[in-house]
């Protein structure tokens, strides 16, 4: 099926980690070694497919029967796909289009830690002026950081967002110290793309499990962690970073934690960067190394941009220890903590 199998290399372009099993390898039953990721790609797929099969007018039959019989059986998830049937994974009844939604929204969120992980700083602005903070975050930008964090206590923290959104298309902005739910909405109208918090909020981790937008809550300890994690938060950042043991707790969770995504902040100078991305960080939260107070004061913004050069280049030039991803989950909910 020409539909199905085009809008399969789409979903697999979308996310390079995913397995580089053969192209129908999505239409194995299980166990296939790659049943996992299979079955995701092939949901991904159908996601993308069906709205074309429906427009041609093909039924369900048409979109089994057209598979090669010697690649085994279409899944259950492709199935109710085609019948219109799509229901969330856990729950027993929901809108048809929830199950594509939440498939959808995964990759979304899964792009854009990727961005943040590639880039391995964000650089996290906060100002007590709007304009300030408009200058200082596109100093950054032009200096080289590729993910800038705006707090939402900054003056017009939403307008400058959504300015920098659409003068730097290509970078993924964020707002920080998210704390409830109107000032994720608002962040979120302005078009960031992640939202960083504080504190570990249990309404603001569920209402982010099936979003597009990326929910990043703050833990401290390993009960925070453990309690995160079972909310269905899937990348954590550890705050305030500097008071709870600094780079050798990071190696502590990690070796505890191998595969669970870790963002320290809070006090994390340019010169040890390079060590807790080493320790196994996903990346690591970088405010007043780059937007020095005293540099906003003067704004003197050539030095925010010469700031900016240098993080970046140690995100980009410093050998990770870290190998986490997000994982998909059924309705985005984790079942356990800390895999």
Not at 47 to 55: G, K
Not at 87 to 102: A, E, K, L, Q, Y
Not at 176 to 198: N, Y
Request: proline residues 4%; aromatic residues 6%; hydrophobic residues 40%.
């Amino acid at each position: 099926m020409d539909f199905y199998n085009s809008a399969l290399g789409v979903s697999t372009q979308a996310s390079s980690s995913l397995s580089s099993a053969a192209k129908h390898s999505c239409c194995f039953a299980h166990p296939h070694p790659n049943f996992h990721f299979s079955k995701l790609r092939q949901h991904a797929a159908l996601v993308t497919a069906l709205p074309l099969c429906r427009n041609r007018h093909f039924s369900r039959h048409s979109v089994v029967e057209s598979r090669n019989p010697s690649l085994g059986i279409v899944s259950a998830v492709g199935e109710r796909l085609c019948n219109g049937d799509v229901r969330n994974h856990g729950s027993s009844t929901s809108d048809s289009n929830d199950g594509d939604d939440d498939v959808a929204a995964f990759f979304a969120r899964k792009a854009t830690f990727e961005r943040i992980q590639s880039s391995g700083i964000v650089a996290c602005l906060r100002s007590d002026n709007e304009e300030v903070a408009l200058n200082a975050g596109r100093a950054a930008l032009n200096g080289g950081v590729s993910v800038l964090e705006v707090t939402m206590r900054t003056p017009g923290a939403a307008q400058v967002i959504s300015k920098l959104v659409e003068e730097y298309p290509s970078a993924t902005i964020g707002a920080g110290t998210v704390l409830t739910q109107e000032d994720a909405e608002r962040a979120k109208e302005a078009g960031a793309s992640f939202l960083m918090s504080p504190v570990a909020n249990k309404d603001l981790i569920e209402a982010h499990c099936r979003s597009e937008v990326l929910f990043v809550p703050g833990v401290m300890s390993p009960s925070e962690i453990l309690q995160a994690r079972r909310w269905g938060a899937s990348c954590l950042k550890l705050y305030p970073v500097s008071l709870v043991g600094g780079m050798e707790f990071v190696k502590l969770l990690k070796r505890l934690h191998p595969s669970m995504p870790i963002i320290p902040a809070n006090g994390i100078s340019l010169d040890v960067v390079e060590g807790y991305l080493q320790a196994g960080s996903t990346a690591v939260v970088a405010s007043d190394a780059i937007f020095n107070k005293s540099s906003l004061a003067r704004h003197d913004y050539a030095v925010i941009s010469q700031q900016s050069k240098i993080a970046a280049a140690m995100g980009s030039e410093t050998t990770r220890g870290d190998t986490s991803t997000l994982k998909y989950t059924r309705g985005g909910l984790r079942g356990r903590a800390g895999t």
